[in-house]
């Protein structure tokens, strides 16, 4: 043998594993300060950016509308968390939303998903309507719904899921293949799964929003909403929009949402063990007339929320039958407070159709079957005893 027919073995270079999710939530945004090593990123209360020279700006930074440091660290960790490449923030989970519609143009038809949140849907109908959107409704949790609802001007399909409150799923996967086939752009709130439970970029979605102030957040101190897509197209429109319409996330706010998804993981799976016990207390009590949670074996879509998502959420919706016996419910708890808004460490508890639907007609409430009975509950990091106790002792009052 000579040493020519001698071949070196190659070694193939080991796969670079990506950083796990828990690992990104920490560091995906940015690295110790490297002046100081400051561990956390300080927070740059700074409206403008001194120029290098005439012409020459720092890394992109000119002024803090069109980019600011604490803002990038927050989308770059908000865009890893959810597979995407690009994020943009916004003062709240609304604007958020707008600034998805304003990738759109009068004329331009939208289909979205019955039953979601009633701040978006007033935006939809009182706003966007009167400038020329043409939207229209449809139970898309059957996918074959949204071909029937298509006009030749259909642009996007917009989709919460699960719905609020409702707690409708839609299957990601199968909308978004419909939304390719017709080159359509596919919009989801994922507000109330978060990126820990569900990633719809990951099933064939174009755009994911959220507001941060529900979960993302998650101590009920900020309000503020994010945009995420992979598409550069998309993203530079979303860009050009953010600092054209100014409704940018404060320095602060982004530095406090930033400081959360530090902790998004372990809050999530123990938010989601308090919502499955309370599901289950609630659901075998005789004075509770329905339960919806997806997590539920009596939920409609209880194998599509196995399939599609990695958990279930920690929002429950629970029917007491009237309107009396929801307030007196609501009016009788000592520990579950009764406000707007849902995600926080504190459990809060909320009747969709007075409060967070108030503005849907009450015919269109009717027919969705936002009824006065229900109660919305979005369960918190306490002691499940203690809460548990809690919902029993209103109850009881019933
Ligand atoms: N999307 C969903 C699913 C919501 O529940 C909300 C608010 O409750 C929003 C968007 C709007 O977010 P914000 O209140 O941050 O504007």
């Excluded at 989709?159 to 990601?172: A, F, G, K, Q």
């Excluded at 199968?174 to 919009?187: G, I, P, T």
């Excluded at 926080?344 to 508890?349: D, F, I, P």
Aim: hydrophobic share 40%; charged share 25%.
């Amino acid at each position: 043998m000579t040493s020519k027919s001698i071949k070196p073995v190659k070694h193939k270079p080991k796969p670079k594993r990506a950083p796990g999710f828990s690992t990104r939530a920490i560091h995906a945004g940015y690295r110790p300060e490297p002046v100081t090593g400051s561990v956390i990123p300080p927070l740059y209360l700074t409206s403008t950016f001194e120029m290098e020279s005439l012409g020459k700006y720092r890394d992109g930074y000119d002024y803090s509308r069109s980019k600011h440091p604490n803002r990038v660290m927050l989308e770059r960790t908000v865009a890893s968390l959810e597979g995407g490449r690009y994020a943009s923030a916004y003062a709240s989970g609304v604007a958020a939303v707008a600034a998805v519609m304003g990738l759109l143009k009068p004329g331009d038809h939208v289909i979205a998903s019955e039953s979601i949140y009633g701040g978006t849907y007033r935006l939809f109908e009182r706003i966007l309507r009167g400038r020329g959107l043409d939207l229209a409704y449809a139970d898309v949790s059957r996918p074959e719904n949204i071909e029937r609802a298509a006009t030749p001007r259909t642009r996007m399909v917009y989709v919460e899921s699960p719905t609020n409150p409702l707690l409708r799923l839609v299957d990601l996967r199968a909308v978004s293949k419909v939304c390719r086939k017709h080159r359509w752009l596919h919009a989801v709130d994922n507000t109330f799964m978060t990126p820990v439970s569900q990633r719809p970029l990951s099933l064939g979605v174009s755009i994911v929003i959220h507001s941060t102030t529900k979960f993302l957040n998650g101590h009920s101190d900020s309000l503020g909403g994010v945009v995420v897509t992979s598409s550069k197209r998309l993203a530079d429109w979303l860009h050009f929009l953010q600092k054209s319409t100014g409704a940018v996330l404060s320095p602060f706010d982004c530095w406090l949402v930033l400081r959360s998804l530090k902790t998004l993981v372990p809050r999530m799976a123990a938010h989601e063990r308090n919502a499955r016990r309370l599901a289950k207390f609630l659901d075998g009590h005789r004075k509770v007339k329905r339960v919806i949670y997806p997590g539920l074996a009596s939920h409609p879509q209880h194998s599509l929320a196995k399939r599609q998502a990695g958990g279930f959420g920690a929002i429950i919706t629970f029917d007491l039958g009237s309107k009396q016996r929801a307030a007196r419910f609501l009016n009788s708890l000592k520990l579950c407070i009764l406000a707007e808004s849902l995600g926080g460490v504190e459990t809060l508890v909320s009747q969709p159709a007075t409060m967070s639907h108030a503005f849907v007609p009450t015919a269109e409430k009717k027919r969705l079957g936002i009824t006065e009975g229900l109660v919305r509950i979005s369960v918190g990091l306490e002691d499940v005893e203690d809460l548990e106790e809690d919902l029993q002792q209103a109850l009881a009052k019933l």
